[in-house]
């Protein structure tokens, strides 16, 4: 790698990180490097150590991309996939950016099922289904049924599940939380019930970043006018379609936590723990149906 094209792919990079700076964005150094990493097809540490060709053709893939970045489009979208669980998802703004937080998710799930063999789990409002496949490539016993109402998420979705191969294992289907609208036959019964569900109100979704307001599906971010509406659902449902020790695991949102809390003790199952979040918020809530 010559000096010349070392120095022209940093000088570019330094260009993009002031644009990105002056557009209000906090990570526009860390941004301009996964871009550029994107545009030439190698690593963000090939990037920082200047080990990339500086072609005119990768030059103007990173300068579009860049383009969409001030606009304050999410990187995950620019790239097309997004990291979670160390998996790699396709990601597109027909579904929701996986987040770090709905992690705790899976691996209260994984827990869940641990030492079950062909445990059966329902993934509601699946988006592209980070959830699920996750816990389908730890657990590879765990079959899968996941669930979600937008056709463009489902078509998202399947070509995740292709991509790393659990077709065998994680079944798709159209439908509005426990209500399918497939045509297919009714749910069965689950050993486990995860979700991360819209659990915003519109006051709230006005006052986030850009990125989250501007570009992902509001009907994965919309919870009603309380952020409640379909933890509700959710949890009015659940009961009906867990097994005898059967966890429902939710992901719910700040300063939630008691509401749920109440929602699930009222729909006749018991708390059994609440996960605080990086931040150290109640994030995710373990509750269970008592056997019988």
């Known amino acids: 790698m010559s ?3 070392a120095r022209r792919a940093l000088k570019a990079i330094d260009r993009a990180t002031r644009r990105l700076a002056d557009a209000g964005i906090e990570t526009s150094r860390l941004d301009a490097e996964v871009l550029m990493a994107e545009a030439a097809g190698v690593t963000r540490e090939e990037v920082i150590t200047g080990s990339i060709d500086l072609s005119a053709a990768v030059l103007k893939k990173f300068e579009m991309m860049v383009a969409r970045r001030e606009q304050r489009e999410p990187v995950a979208y620019i790239v097309g996939h997004k990291e979670f669980y160390s998996l ?8 929701l950016i996986p987040r770090p937080e709905t992690e705790f998710v899976v691996s209260a799930a994984l827990e869940c099922v641990a030492g079950k063999a062909g445990a059966r789990v329902l993934d509601i409002g699946t988006g592209s289904g980070a959830i ?3 816990i389908a490539v730890n657990a590879p016993s765990v079959r899968i049924t996941t669930v979600d ?3 463009d998420a489902i078509t998202v979705a399947s070509r995740n599940v292709r991509r790393h191969q659990v077709e065998d294992r994680v079944t798709i289907r159209r439908g509005d939380c426990f209500h399918m ?3 297919g036959t009714a749910l069965g019964t689950f050993d486990a019930i995860v979700s991360n569900p819209p659990y915003l109100d519109e006051a709230e979704i006005a006052c986030l970043e850009p990125e989250v307001h501007r570009f992902e ?3 994965a971010l919309n919870g009603g006018a309380s952020g409640m509406d379909v933890l509700q659902r959710i949890t009015i449902g659940a009961r ?4 005898a020790n059967g966890e429902l695991i939710l992901e719910m949102g700040v300063g939630h936590a008691g509401d749920v809390v109440n929602l699930i003790t009222r729909a006749g199952l018991k708390v059994v723990d609440v996960i605080n979040d990086f931040a150290g918020n109640p994030r995710v809530v373990r509750a269970r149906r008592a056997g019988t």
């Open 217 to 219: 599906p509001r009907i």
């Open 149 to 151: 109402i937008s056709d």
């Open 3 to 5: 000096e010349t094209l």
């Open 132 to 134: 699920a496949i996750a």
């Open 240 to 243: 009906e379609y867990l097994e």
């Open 88 to 95: 790699d998802f396709e990601v597109n703004p027909a579904v």
């Open 181 to 183: 609208l497939d045509g």
